[in-house]
């Protein structure tokens, strides 16, 4: 589940899920996300040895980002959590305010 938690992290293997890319395509791709909180998902990511890095000597420098065979293993994980999200979202959201406000009165 460690794996798995938070918010971004499904997002982001989500993104990665679709391939090779880089730092700039991960954040178009969740436009809601900081470059600082994108950053440090793929540094958990890569510490996790879900993902990896791989840094291109081009000028400028290319920097891109892909699966691990461990990171691939969990891809239908958090692409059944994304989809399920998009699906029943809105339903849990709605149930979460109205317990919070119940508990307030």
Request: aromatic share 6%.
């Amino acid at each position: 589940m460690e794996a798995l938690g938070g918010k971004w992290r499904v997002l982001t293997l989500q993104c990665l899920a679709e391939g090779n890319t880089s730092f700039s395509s991960l954040r178009r791709g969740m436009p809601s996300i900081t470059e600082r909180m994108l950053a440090l998902q793929l540094r958990e990511l890569q510490q996790d040895g879900i993902i990896e890095r791989s840094v291109d000597s081009t000028t400028p420098l290319r920097v891109s980002y892909a699966l691990t065979p461990l990171g691939i293993t969990i891809v239908p994980l958090a692409l059944a959590l994304y989809q399920w999200g998009r699906s029943h979202g809105d339903q849990f959201i709605a149930h979460r305010t109205a317990r919070a406000a119940q508990e307030a009165v």
